[in-house]
């Protein structure tokens, strides 16, 4: 079977608005953009403009500003914006909740990202895929056409993490996962708790943010790739395969500290001679097999870390990520079996534990098909790949199919003011977007999306 040509005719065929005798709907290019450079003045730095990018940390002015604007284009799309008691932004489509509730065709389609930054962020990381997805659902309005489903777009509250150290607070709130305790922490003076409530969220009521399981119809997220990939293989839509699975393990080396100059070379325990070769077994480990597995040491403590004394203690992390959890089990268990060979030859100990383990996201198969129909239905270009990032829609995978769409991050560069897709690759992405949603729309059930 010819699968371009199959997905070419199933994107044509399952598209609705042909039943409308209209055209292919798109997207507003130009609006999109002027919401984006809009929204970007929201945590600008003082005098700069768009390319000095933004900090619009959760929770605090700039993200109270670009809120509000946010739900005043909600509102300019028919959406009604409500907060719910974790602070995230939900928004029906106001003519959708008048329909009958029908089983399971009640389900909504969610559509979203967030719009808080890290500091000294980029104006595309969330960004986009929030206005892209308020975008999408006026473009529906505005034309007529009516989804069998109710549509309904989040704006996901602390998805960086960058006030209170936690990432996907808003999400892991929604699916149970943030905890009374988080609430507790205190930055600034201030308790995440209180910070919630600033921004319209009830943390007393925060068991009233959970939504269950299979209680979405789909969830889509138009996202940044904030890596190169597609850049450099001139592709302009990536169809993520699902958020990797993330291992973190603590290595621990103890060797024996001594004088630098009366130690001769042959008796020495020195553990940072023993890290270094197990950080280079690392990298070799990691890449001995193909695949797109990533292996990182980032952080390494010395000591007593000085000049004339040999290194006694050396500790560092290694952070592994992959789709495929049982593949970075395998990894890990060759790095402990490698860390015992190179101890054994040092004379150093070396202990390796592990200190989280963050099972990969998946998204659905059908998700993923509707994605490239839709890529292929515009003439567009598309490859799969995984995110090697966090997002939102992790957690959301909880709740129902999920799908991720990526478009180019130019020079690979995100978190950073520089960080930039072109309003070209932008206004690909929300068509991408506002095509999915109908081709997902025409899915009866939650299980043929799985
Ligand atoms: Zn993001």
């Known amino acids: 079977v010819d699968r371009r040509r199959f997905l070419t005719t199933l994107g044509a065929a399952a598209l609705p608005w042909r039943a409308h005798g209209g055209d292919l709907p798109h997207t507003d290019a130009a609006r999109l953009r002027s919401h984006l ?14 390319a000095d990018g933004v ?17 005043s284009l909600m509102r300019d799309a028919g959406l009604a914006p409500r907060i719910d008691p974790a602070g995230n932004i939900f928004a029906r489509l106001q003519s959708s909740t008048n329909e009958p509730a029908r089983q399971p065709a009640n389900l909504p389609i969610l559509v979203g990202s967030h719009i808080d930054s890290v500091p000294n962020g980029g104006n595309f990381d969330g960004d986009l895929g929030s206005l892209a997805a308020i975008e999408a659902v006026r473009m529906l309005t505005s034309t007529g056409v009516r989804t069998r489903h109710p549509l309904e777009v989040v704006v996901w509250a602390e998805e960086e993490g960058a006030a209170y150290g936690r990432s996907l ?15 507790e922490l205190v930055v600034d003076g201030v308790t995440k708790g209180d910070a919630i409530r600033r921004i319209g969220g009830d943390p ?41 699975s993330i291992e973190r393990l603590d ?42 597995q ?20 050396v500790k560092h992390t290694i952070d592994l990520r992959d789709l495929d959890a049982s593949k970075l089990t395998r990894i890990a268990t060759d790095i402990r ?16 534990a592990r200190v989280t383990h963050h099972d990969p996201a998946l998204a ?32 959301a995978a909880r709740l129902g199919p999920m799908g991720m769409i990526f478009v180019p991050s130019v020079g690979g560069i995100s978190h950073s003011p520089r960080e930039l897709t072109t309003w070209e690759d932008c206004a690909r992405g929300a068509d991408v977007l506002l095509r999915t949603i109908l081709a997902v729309d025409q899915a009866d059930s939650v299980r043929s999306l799985l």
Do not use: C
């Open 204 to 244: 007393s009521r925060l068991e009233a943010a959970r939504r269950q399981p299979a209680s979405l119809h789909t969830y889509l997220e138009l996202h940044i790739e904030q890596g190169g990939t597609l850049e450099k293989s001139g592709v302009p839509i990536g169809v993520v395969e699902g958020i990797v």
């Open 294 to 313: 990533v292996g990182t040491v980032g952080k390494l403590e010395v000591a007593p870390n000085a000049t004339n004394v040999i290194p006694g203690t």
């Open 337 to 352: 079996e490698r860390a015992a060979a190179i101890a054994a030859a040092t004379r150093t100990e070396i202990e390796v």
């Open 251 to 292: 290595v621990t080396v103890r060797g024996f500290a001594n004088h630098a100059g009366t130690t001769p070379m042959g008796e020495r325990q020195d553990a940072l001679v023993a890290a270094a070769q197990l950080i280079l077994a690392i990298r070799e480990i990691v890449t001995r097999v193909p695949g797109r």
């Open 169 to 183: 607070s808003g999400s892991r709130a929604v699916v149970g996962e943030l905890p009374s305790s988080e609430l």
């Open 37 to 50: 450079e809009r929204l970007s003045e929201f945590g600008r730095p003082p005098g700069g403009t768009f």
């Open 55 to 71: 900090s619009r940390i959760a929770y605090t002015q700039a993200d109270i500003g670009g809120r509000a604007y946010v739900m």
């Open 364 to 395: 659905a198969p059908g998700v993923q098909q509707a994605i490239a129909s839709s890529a292929e239905a515009l003439g567009l270009k598309w490859m799969r790949m995984p995110s090697g990032a966090g997002h939102d829609a992790q957690m």
